[in-house]
Protein backbone atom coordinates (compact mmCIF):
# COMPACT_ATOMS: atom_id res chain seq x y z
CA UNK A 1 0.00 0.00 0.00
CA UNK A 2 1.34 3.73 -0.76
CA UNK A 3 -0.31 6.59 -0.03
CA UNK A 4 0.28 10.43 -0.09
CA UNK A 5 -2.47 12.19 2.21
CA UNK A 6 -1.82 15.66 1.98
CA UNK A 7 1.37 18.08 2.32
CA UNK A 8 3.74 17.61 5.13
CA UNK A 9 2.89 20.70 6.95
CA UNK A 10 0.44 23.54 6.59
CA UNK A 11 0.09 26.39 8.19
CA UNK A 12 -2.24 29.11 7.83
CA UNK A 13 -2.57 32.22 9.73
CA UNK A 14 -3.14 35.94 9.08
CA UNK A 15 0.09 38.18 7.88
CA UNK A 16 2.14 34.74 7.45
CA UNK A 17 4.08 35.41 4.55
CA UNK A 18 6.08 38.18 6.69
CA UNK A 19 8.04 35.19 8.82
CA UNK A 20 8.06 33.22 5.70
CA UNK A 21 11.84 33.31 5.26
CA UNK A 22 11.78 31.40 8.95
CA UNK A 23 9.86 28.65 7.31
CA UNK A 24 11.71 28.40 3.69
CA UNK A 25 14.95 28.03 5.22
CA UNK A 26 14.34 24.51 6.68
CA UNK A 27 14.28 23.52 3.39
CA UNK A 28 17.29 25.79 1.23
CA UNK A 29 19.47 28.41 1.72
CA UNK A 30 18.25 29.51 -1.63
CA UNK A 31 14.55 29.56 -3.05
CA UNK A 32 12.79 30.63 -6.72
CA UNK A 33 9.63 31.71 -6.68
CA UNK A 34 7.15 31.02 -9.82
CA UNK A 35 3.53 31.47 -9.77
CA UNK A 36 0.93 33.87 -11.57
CA UNK A 37 1.67 37.39 -12.31
CA UNK A 38 -0.70 38.68 -10.20
CA UNK A 39 -0.01 36.25 -7.41
CA UNK A 40 3.84 36.94 -7.56
CA UNK A 41 3.24 40.78 -7.63
CA UNK A 42 1.11 40.22 -4.38
CA UNK A 43 3.87 37.75 -2.62
CA UNK A 44 7.25 39.59 -3.39
CA UNK A 45 6.39 42.54 -1.31
CA UNK A 46 5.69 40.87 1.58
CA UNK A 47 8.19 38.30 1.57
CA UNK A 48 11.60 39.61 0.52
CA UNK A 49 12.09 41.77 3.71
CA UNK A 50 11.84 38.03 5.89
CA UNK A 51 14.13 36.72 2.92
CA UNK A 52 17.20 38.88 3.58
CA UNK A 53 16.38 38.45 7.37
CA UNK A 54 16.87 33.93 7.39
CA UNK A 55 19.91 35.19 4.97
CA UNK A 56 17.81 32.99 2.09
CA UNK A 57 19.20 33.95 -1.57
CA UNK A 58 16.28 34.89 -3.76
CA UNK A 59 16.58 33.67 -7.27
CA UNK A 60 14.26 35.19 -8.50
CA UNK A 61 10.16 35.62 -9.71
CA UNK A 62 9.39 33.77 -12.76
CA UNK A 63 6.07 33.72 -14.02
CA UNK A 64 5.05 29.85 -14.41
CA UNK A 65 3.70 30.74 -18.33
CA UNK A 66 -0.32 30.78 -18.21
CA UNK A 67 -1.15 27.02 -18.82
CA UNK A 68 -0.08 23.89 -16.93
CA UNK A 69 1.52 22.57 -19.96
CA UNK A 70 4.49 20.17 -20.41
CA UNK A 71 5.84 22.99 -23.15
CA UNK A 72 5.84 25.19 -20.00
CA UNK A 73 7.04 22.71 -17.33
CA UNK A 74 10.10 22.06 -19.85
CA UNK A 75 10.59 25.98 -20.32
CA UNK A 76 10.37 26.38 -16.54
CA UNK A 77 13.08 23.04 -15.73
CA UNK A 78 16.18 25.47 -17.92
CA UNK A 79 15.37 28.28 -15.84
CA UNK A 80 15.61 26.24 -12.84
CA UNK A 81 18.86 24.02 -14.18
CA UNK A 82 20.24 27.89 -15.00
CA UNK A 83 19.65 29.44 -11.38
CA UNK A 84 20.35 26.41 -9.08
CA UNK A 85 17.74 26.93 -6.60
CA UNK A 86 17.54 24.50 -3.37
CA UNK A 87 14.22 25.34 -3.20
CA UNK A 88 11.10 25.70 -5.50
CA UNK A 89 8.15 27.78 -4.09
CA UNK A 90 4.98 27.43 -6.17
CA UNK A 91 2.68 30.95 -5.66
CA UNK A 92 -0.94 31.56 -7.03
CA UNK A 93 -3.70 29.61 -7.68
CA UNK A 94 -4.39 25.37 -9.44
CA UNK A 95 -2.82 25.88 -12.65
CA UNK A 96 0.37 27.60 -11.21
CA UNK A 97 0.73 25.44 -8.23
CA UNK A 98 0.67 22.08 -10.39
CA UNK A 99 2.86 23.40 -12.72
CA UNK A 100 5.35 24.05 -10.35
CA UNK A 101 4.77 20.76 -8.47
CA UNK A 102 5.85 19.12 -12.05
CA UNK A 103 8.80 21.07 -12.06
CA UNK A 104 10.02 20.08 -8.79
CA UNK A 105 9.41 15.93 -9.94
CA UNK A 106 11.51 16.85 -12.93
CA UNK A 107 14.08 18.41 -11.18
CA UNK A 108 14.07 16.14 -7.75
CA UNK A 109 13.58 19.38 -5.95
CA UNK A 110 11.63 20.19 -2.28
CA UNK A 111 8.23 22.62 -3.64
CA UNK A 112 6.40 24.63 -0.96
CA UNK A 113 3.81 26.25 -1.85
CA UNK A 114 2.02 29.57 -1.06
CA UNK A 115 -1.52 29.80 -2.31
CA UNK A 116 -2.63 33.51 -3.29
CA UNK A 117 -6.42 31.86 -3.38
CA UNK A 118 -8.80 29.13 -2.21
CA UNK A 119 -10.35 27.57 -5.29
CA UNK A 120 -8.57 23.77 -5.42
CA UNK A 121 -7.27 21.39 -3.57
CA UNK A 122 -3.90 21.60 -6.16
CA UNK A 123 -1.54 23.04 -2.82
CA UNK A 124 -2.23 19.78 -0.97
CA UNK A 125 -1.81 16.73 -3.67
CA UNK A 126 0.77 15.11 -5.17
CA UNK A 127 -0.95 15.30 -8.85
CA UNK A 128 -0.87 17.74 -11.40
CA UNK A 129 -3.79 18.44 -13.83
CA UNK A 130 -1.98 19.13 -17.49
CA UNK A 131 -3.67 21.27 -20.25
CA UNK A 132 -2.34 21.81 -23.55
CA UNK A 133 -1.01 25.54 -24.04
CA UNK A 134 -4.78 26.21 -24.93
CA UNK A 135 -5.96 25.55 -22.03
CA UNK A 136 -7.65 22.32 -23.14
CA UNK A 137 -7.24 19.35 -20.66
CA UNK A 138 -5.28 16.57 -21.72
CA UNK A 139 -4.68 14.44 -18.22
CA UNK A 140 -3.86 13.71 -14.72
CA UNK A 141 -0.16 13.34 -14.00
CA UNK A 142 1.66 11.96 -11.63
CA UNK A 143 4.65 12.64 -12.74
CA UNK A 144 4.24 15.59 -9.90
CA UNK A 145 5.39 15.95 -6.35
CA UNK A 146 3.60 17.12 -3.27
CA UNK A 147 4.51 20.11 -1.42
CA UNK A 148 6.45 20.23 1.69
CA UNK A 149 4.94 22.72 3.16
CA UNK A 150 1.85 24.97 2.60
CA UNK A 151 1.95 28.63 3.60
CA UNK A 152 -1.48 30.79 3.92
CA UNK A 153 -1.66 34.04 4.64
CA UNK A 154 -5.27 34.86 5.07
CA UNK A 155 -4.47 38.52 4.65
CA UNK A 156 -3.75 37.81 0.59
CA UNK A 157 -6.74 34.97 0.76
CA UNK A 158 -9.29 37.41 1.63
CA UNK A 159 -7.84 39.93 -0.96
CA UNK A 160 -8.87 37.72 -3.73
CA UNK A 161 -11.73 38.12 -5.44
CA UNK A 162 -14.71 36.13 -3.81
CA UNK A 163 -15.37 34.57 -6.80
CA UNK A 164 -11.90 32.11 -6.08
CA UNK A 165 -13.30 31.00 -3.13
CA UNK A 166 -17.05 30.26 -4.79
CA UNK A 167 -14.83 28.30 -7.05
CA UNK A 168 -13.27 26.80 -3.94
CA UNK A 169 -16.31 25.47 -2.71
CA UNK A 170 -17.97 24.24 -5.84
CA UNK A 171 -14.10 22.24 -6.44
CA UNK A 172 -14.82 20.83 -2.97
CA UNK A 173 -18.47 19.94 -2.91
CA UNK A 174 -17.38 17.52 -5.67
CA UNK A 175 -15.26 15.30 -3.25
CA UNK A 176 -18.68 13.96 -1.78
CA UNK A 177 -20.44 13.69 -5.07
CA UNK A 178 -17.30 11.84 -6.72
CA UNK A 179 -16.04 9.79 -4.00
CA UNK A 180 -19.32 8.50 -3.34
CA UNK A 181 -19.70 7.31 -6.39
CA UNK A 182 -15.92 5.92 -7.65
CA UNK A 183 -15.83 3.94 -4.19
CA UNK A 184 -18.38 1.63 -5.28
CA UNK A 185 -16.48 0.34 -7.58
CA UNK A 186 -13.90 -1.13 -4.63
CA UNK A 187 -13.81 -3.46 -1.58
CA UNK A 188 -13.90 -1.48 1.66
CA UNK A 189 -11.09 -0.62 3.30
CA UNK A 190 -10.24 1.86 6.30
CA UNK A 191 -8.33 3.94 4.17
CA UNK A 192 -11.33 4.44 1.37
CA UNK A 193 -14.53 4.19 4.45
CA UNK A 194 -12.43 7.19 5.76
CA UNK A 195 -12.22 8.96 2.59
CA UNK A 196 -16.05 9.18 2.09
CA UNK A 197 -16.78 9.56 5.48
CA UNK A 198 -14.31 13.12 5.39
CA UNK A 199 -15.48 14.06 1.44
CA UNK A 200 -19.67 13.49 3.53
CA UNK A 201 -18.14 16.04 6.35
CA UNK A 202 -17.02 18.78 3.88
CA UNK A 203 -19.81 18.49 2.14
CA UNK A 204 -22.21 19.04 5.28
CA UNK A 205 -19.94 21.98 6.22
CA UNK A 206 -19.78 23.63 2.98
CA UNK A 207 -23.24 23.70 3.11
CA UNK A 208 -23.59 24.85 6.34
CA UNK A 209 -20.73 27.65 6.45
CA UNK A 210 -20.47 28.68 2.56
CA UNK A 211 -22.52 31.27 2.59
CA UNK A 212 -21.96 33.07 5.46
CA UNK A 213 -18.14 32.55 4.79
CA UNK A 214 -18.64 34.20 1.02
CA UNK A 215 -20.99 37.15 2.52
CA UNK A 216 -18.28 38.02 5.14
CA UNK A 217 -15.07 37.45 2.35
CA UNK A 218 -16.96 39.83 0.33
CA UNK A 219 -17.20 42.43 3.15
CA UNK A 220 -12.86 41.82 2.69
CA UNK A 221 -13.12 40.57 6.73
CA UNK A 222 -12.43 36.78 7.68
CA UNK A 223 -14.03 34.91 10.55
CA UNK A 224 -14.20 31.34 11.90
CA UNK A 225 -16.31 30.25 8.64
CA UNK A 226 -14.03 31.69 6.23
CA UNK A 227 -10.99 30.14 7.67
CA UNK A 228 -13.02 26.60 7.72
CA UNK A 229 -13.96 26.87 4.33
CA UNK A 230 -10.60 27.57 3.41
CA UNK A 231 -9.07 24.84 5.35
CA UNK A 232 -11.68 22.60 3.44
CA UNK A 233 -10.63 23.83 0.13
CA UNK A 234 -7.08 23.95 0.58
CA UNK A 235 -6.47 20.97 2.79
CA UNK A 236 -8.68 18.57 3.71
CA UNK A 237 -10.46 17.96 0.58
CA UNK A 238 -6.96 16.90 -0.35
CA UNK A 239 -6.68 14.41 2.22
CA UNK A 240 -9.86 12.63 0.66
CA UNK A 241 -7.65 12.19 -2.46
CA UNK A 242 -4.79 11.63 -0.34
CA UNK A 243 -6.38 8.95 1.74
CA UNK A 244 -8.88 7.36 -0.62
CA UNK A 245 -6.33 7.09 -2.87
CA UNK A 246 -7.28 5.31 -6.49
CA UNK A 247 -10.90 3.99 -5.29
CA UNK A 248 -11.88 7.85 -4.60
CA UNK A 249 -11.06 9.59 -7.33
CA UNK A 250 -12.38 12.62 -9.31
CA UNK A 251 -15.62 11.42 -11.62
CA UNK A 252 -18.31 12.28 -14.00
CA UNK A 253 -18.07 15.87 -12.40
CA UNK A 254 -14.59 16.47 -13.17
CA UNK A 255 -15.13 14.54 -16.29
CA UNK A 256 -17.66 16.96 -17.19
CA UNK A 257 -15.81 19.69 -16.89
CA UNK A 258 -12.72 18.60 -18.80
CA UNK A 259 -14.87 17.86 -21.64
CA UNK A 260 -16.38 21.97 -21.42
CA UNK A 261 -13.22 22.78 -21.74
CA UNK A 262 -12.85 21.89 -25.36
CA UNK A 263 -15.37 25.64 -26.32
CA UNK A 264 -13.27 28.11 -25.57
CA UNK A 265 -15.56 30.65 -24.47
CA UNK A 266 -15.83 28.67 -21.15
CA UNK A 267 -12.12 29.58 -20.53
CA UNK A 268 -13.33 32.79 -18.10
CA UNK A 269 -15.29 30.02 -16.28
CA UNK A 270 -12.99 29.07 -13.13
CA UNK A 271 -12.18 25.51 -12.60
CA UNK A 272 -14.20 25.19 -9.42
CA UNK A 273 -17.42 26.76 -11.05
CA UNK A 274 -17.59 24.50 -14.16
CA UNK A 275 -17.08 21.31 -11.91
CA UNK A 276 -19.99 22.18 -9.85
CA UNK A 277 -21.88 22.69 -13.01
CA UNK A 278 -20.67 18.94 -13.35
CA UNK A 279 -21.97 17.67 -10.16
CA UNK A 280 -25.33 18.27 -11.17
CA UNK A 281 -24.74 17.04 -14.35
CA UNK A 282 -23.59 13.68 -12.67
CA UNK A 283 -26.72 13.84 -10.57
CA UNK A 284 -28.54 13.41 -13.67
CA UNK A 285 -26.55 10.36 -15.07
CA UNK A 286 -27.26 8.69 -11.83
CA UNK A 287 -30.85 8.71 -12.12
CA UNK A 288 -31.34 11.52 -9.19
CA UNK A 289 -34.42 13.13 -8.84
CA UNK A 290 -35.08 16.48 -9.62
CA UNK A 291 -36.00 17.26 -6.59
CA UNK A 292 -32.56 16.29 -4.89
CA UNK A 293 -30.93 18.69 -7.77
CA UNK A 294 -33.02 21.50 -7.41
CA UNK A 295 -31.96 21.38 -3.30
CA UNK A 296 -28.59 21.88 -4.22
CA UNK A 297 -28.97 24.49 -6.87
CA UNK A 298 -30.95 26.28 -3.84
CA UNK A 299 -27.41 26.26 -2.15
CA UNK A 300 -25.35 27.09 -5.76
CA UNK A 301 -27.39 30.17 -5.28
CA UNK A 302 -26.78 31.03 -1.99
CA UNK A 303 -22.98 31.03 -2.65
CA UNK A 304 -23.06 32.41 -6.74
CA UNK A 305 -22.24 29.16 -8.25
CA UNK A 306 -23.19 28.43 -11.82
CA UNK A 307 -26.21 26.29 -12.07
CA UNK A 308 -26.68 26.54 -16.36
CA UNK A 309 -24.84 26.04 -19.39
CA UNK A 310 -25.47 29.71 -19.99
CA UNK A 311 -24.27 30.95 -16.71
CA UNK A 312 -20.93 29.69 -18.28
CA UNK A 313 -21.42 31.75 -21.48
CA UNK A 314 -22.13 28.82 -23.30
CA UNK A 315 -24.97 29.16 -25.57
CA UNK A 316 -26.52 27.60 -28.98
CA UNK A 317 -24.60 24.25 -29.33
CA UNK A 318 -24.71 22.75 -32.76
CA UNK A 319 -25.07 18.73 -33.25
CA UNK A 320 -22.06 18.50 -33.82
CA UNK A 321 -20.36 20.53 -31.03
CA UNK A 322 -22.85 18.30 -28.48
CA UNK A 323 -21.75 15.51 -29.90
CA UNK A 324 -17.62 15.87 -29.47
CA UNK A 325 -18.74 16.98 -26.06
CA UNK A 326 -20.28 13.57 -25.86
CA UNK A 327 -17.00 11.70 -27.12
CA UNK A 328 -14.48 13.96 -25.37
CA UNK A 329 -16.13 13.39 -21.93
CA UNK A 330 -16.31 9.74 -22.16
CA UNK A 331 -12.69 9.07 -22.99
CA UNK A 332 -11.47 11.50 -19.91
CA UNK A 333 -9.93 8.80 -17.58
CA UNK A 334 -12.19 10.41 -14.48
CA UNK A 335 -15.43 9.22 -15.89
CA UNK A 336 -13.70 5.46 -15.19
CA UNK A 337 -14.36 5.71 -12.35
CA UNK A 338 -18.23 5.87 -12.54
CA UNK A 339 -19.72 2.59 -11.44
CA UNK A 340 -21.22 1.86 -14.51
CA UNK A 341 -20.38 2.68 -18.12
CA UNK A 342 -20.99 6.21 -20.09
CA UNK A 343 -22.10 6.53 -23.19
CA UNK A 344 -21.60 10.12 -25.11
CA UNK A 345 -25.65 10.03 -25.37
CA UNK A 346 -25.39 9.95 -21.46
CA UNK A 347 -23.04 12.61 -21.35
CA UNK A 348 -25.14 14.72 -23.80
CA UNK A 349 -28.27 13.70 -22.06
CA UNK A 350 -27.41 14.52 -18.25
CA UNK A 351 -25.43 17.70 -19.63
CA UNK A 352 -28.66 18.86 -21.07
CA UNK A 353 -30.96 17.58 -18.38
CA UNK A 354 -29.10 19.22 -15.39
CA UNK A 355 -29.08 22.55 -17.79
CA UNK A 356 -32.97 22.07 -17.82
CA UNK A 357 -33.35 21.73 -14.44
CA UNK A 358 -31.70 24.86 -14.04
CA UNK A 359 -33.08 26.81 -16.39
CA UNK A 360 -36.51 25.95 -14.96
CA UNK A 361 -35.19 27.35 -11.37
CA UNK A 362 -34.70 30.38 -13.05
CA UNK A 363 -37.76 30.82 -13.83
CA UNK A 364 -39.36 29.96 -10.92
Same mark, same amino acid.
Given at each position: ???????????????????????????????????????????????? +??? #? +?????????? %??????? %?????????????????????????????????? #???????????????????????????????????????????? *?????????????? &????? #????????? %???? *????????????????????????????????????????????????????????? *????????????????????? *????????????????????????????????????????????????? &??????????????? %?????????????? +?????????????????????????????
Amino acid at each position: MHTIPGPAKYIREDGLLRQAGSYIKEFGSSALFIGGKTALSIVEPLIK +ESL #A +ESKIENKGFE %WYGGECS %WSQVERLCQIVQQKKPEVIIAVGGGKAIDTVKAV #AFAEGLPVLAIPTIAATCAPSTPIAIMYDDEGTFIEISHRSKAP *SLVLVDTEVIVRAP &YRFLV #AGIGDTLAK %WFES *SASVKKSEPTALNRSAVKLAHELYQLLLEKGPEAVATIKAGKVDQAVNDVIDSIILI *SGSVSGYGGDDCRTAAAHAIY *SGLTIFPEVHDTYHGEIVAFGILAQLVLEGKSEEEIGELIAFYQQVELP &YTLEDMAITDLSQDE %WKRLGEVTVEIEDM +ENMPFAVTPEMVIHAVQGADRIGKKVKQQ
